[in-house]
């Protein structure tokens, strides 16, 4: 038996039993923590499935009800909400945190948070009637008078709009674009003057305020190609591109083209005259060069961005309706192919 086992007292014996402990107590650690990571795993998984649907208003109620979930916490929950579009449920939080008769809440907060979901969901009287009750119980809050401003533009109701600015005013906003925003409201959907009589009115506000040059001048070259260019302003060329862009070869002044090198370049690489050869504008140059070689199956289309929150649109604005920022507009040309569509006869 000395010649298969060794002796217990012979020192390769406990070195032996030193590993074969070291190997056990790996082994348990091992699989010990593959099991508790699989707990874990159960128990996050049951813990997340709890969100994976919203829970119901009954539900809520009894959870914003109790102590475990902190008031910061829920109106972070209803921001993020918000933030990705879910606005029916960040609205019922802000409902039933407004219905907790809790000291900590500041109930003028949670109904402008609510006010403001309302609006951006469209639900507009209702965000109107938030916004009047908030002013009902605290009439200098800047922020509220804002909101109830672009709430009135958006119903059209512009002379409510500017009954606002005037409380604006007195609490120090400068009010002076949106008062003038919404005098060109007002006259543009005026039904009892005439489109000429609407044209000359528009180009006295921008005479005056040198403002939101490319709402005046859009409806201008849309209905009064020739007033458009006997009021344009040199200075606005650039943020008035697109409109260029779009009017028809008998519709332009070649007069005042030739004045203006933005204008040359814009019009050269539009095709229309040939006389610049180059263009500090990326796009404009490259069809330029285009143009010289007769090809012609590119076009320029345009994505507009707003100068303040840099956000960027498909379509043309006035109002960003983003940041609510007006006369922000940058018109961005973008070189694209341009398609024919060829239809075959049935026949």
Known sequence: MNTIFIEFRDPLFGVIIFFVIVFVVALFSYWWGRFKAQGDYRHLDKFLHKFRSPPSNTELKKLISSTAVSIDSWLLLADSYFKHGEYSKSIEIYHELLEQDKSSIDKKDIMFLLGKTYFKAGFLERSKSIFLEILKL??????????????????????????????????????????????????LNDFSLSSLQK??????????????????????????????????DYLQCEKLSDLFWK???????????VQNTYLRELFSAKGYISLERNSQVF??????????????????????????????????????????????????????KEHHEAFDSFL
């Not at 500017?162 to 002076?176: A, D, F, K, R, Y």
């Not at 528009?202 to 070259?221: D, M, T, V």
């Not at 070869?249 to 070649?254: G, Q």
Request: net charge neutral.
């Open 283 to 336: 796009e404009f140059d490259i069809l330029i060069h285009l143009h010289k070689n007769s090809y012609n199956k590119a076009k320029i289309n345009f994505e507009y961005m707003c100068e303040n929150c840099k956000q960027i649109f498909p379509f043309a604005f006035h109002r960003c309706s983003n940041c609510h920022e007006l006369n922000t507009i940058i018109a961005q040309p973008i070189i694209s």
């Open 247 to 257: 009017l028809q070869k008998n519709t332009i002044n070649l007069d005042i083209i």
């Open 138 to 187: 605290s009439p200098r809050t800047p922020q509220a008078l804002r909101y109830l401003l672009l709430v009135y533009e958006y119903l059209k109701d512009y002379q409510e709009a500017l009954s606002v600015l005037e409380p604006l005013e007195i609490l120090g906003q400068n009010i002076l674009k949106d008062k003038t925003y919404l005098n060109c409201l007002l006259i």
């Open 199 to 232: 044209a000359e009115k528009l180009i006295l506000i921008y005479k005056k305020h040198q403002e939101l040059a490319y709402l005046i001048f859009e409806y201008l070259f849309n209905f009064f190609p020739k007033l458009a260019w006997q009021n344009l």
